[in-house]
T-cell receptor
Framework: KQEVTQIPAALSVPEGENLVLNCSFT??????LQWFRQDPGKGLTSLLL?????REQTSGRLNASLDKSSGRSTLYIAASQPGDSATYLC?????????????FGRGTQLTVWP | SQTIHQWPATLVQPVGSPLSLECTVE??????LYWYRQAAGRGLQLLFY??????ISSEVPQNLSASRPQDRQFILSSKKLLLSDSGFYLC???????????FGPGTRLTVL
């Protein structure tokens, strides 16, 4: 069974720092990987989707990389701002019999203070 | 553009009462639809998914059921709520089984 782990569970940094959030998964046979952001009491907002054939995706100050063979993905946030404070979730989509199913990590709770 | 709606936003129900949560998607046709539950300390749990009208797959045996009476409508139900049904319920859609998944605003359910 696919297991997704996110490290660290929580992170608190001053404004302006560059950050790296980590995600690891146990089964490298994935179709793609998706990063989400969740604000308290809200639904999930999709940030980036990386296909298994891709190495990275960028959107604004966010850059996500994928190393499928080692079962790892990182989300890089440049020049962090207080508005980036949220929980960031990583999810991988399985192949074969589990095609379409997303497996989620528990998330990294990020606090950026001014 | 596509939007996804859920209602109600919050709900407080007594143990043993029925439940009906609704999710609708606009701006797309034949979406894949999903129900998740997010409980404190347990992460996101997939409850049901649907690839078409009347086609429901259950991921976890439990006190809940789902139905898809229309192409863009997904309903989560229970005949008798348990305390353990409390949580944050999220509906999501994707254009197909491998596409990007988009989430609704969620329903906070408290069972007393």
């Amino acid at each position: 069974k696919q297991e997704v782990t996110q490290i660290p569970a929580a992170l608190s940094v001053p404004e302006g720092e560059n950050l790296v959030l980590n995600c690891s998964f146990t089964d490298s046979a994935i179709y793609n990987l998706q990063w989400f952001r969740q604000d308290p009491g809200k639904g999930l907002t999709s940030l980036l989707l990386i296909q298994s054939s891709q190495r990275e995706q960028t959107s604004g100050r966010l850059n996500a990389s994928l190393d499928k063979s080692s079962g790892r993905s990182t989300l890089y946030i440049a020049a962090s701002q207080p508005g980036d404070s949220a929980t960031y979730l990583c999810a991988v989509r399985g192949r074969g019999s589990t095609l379409g199913r997303l497996y989620f990590g528990r998330g990294t709770q990020l606090t950026v203070w001014p | 553009s596509q939007t996804i709606h859920q209602w109600p936003a919050t709900l407080v129900q007594p143990v043993g009462s029925p439940l009906s949560l609704e999710c609708t998607v606009e701006g797309t046709s034949n979406p894949n639809l999903y129900w998740y539950r997010q409980a404190a300390g347990r992460g996101l749990q997939l409850l049901f998914y649907s690839v078409g009208i009347g086609q429901i797959s259950s991921e976890v045996p439990q006190n809940l059921s789902a139905s898809r009476p229309q192409d863009r409508q997904f309903i989560l139900s229970s005949k008798k709520l348990l305390l353990s049904d409390s949580g944050f319920y999220l509906c999501a859609w994707s254009p197909d089984r491998v596409g990007e998944q988009f989430f609704g605003p969620g329903t906070r359910l408290t069972v007393l």
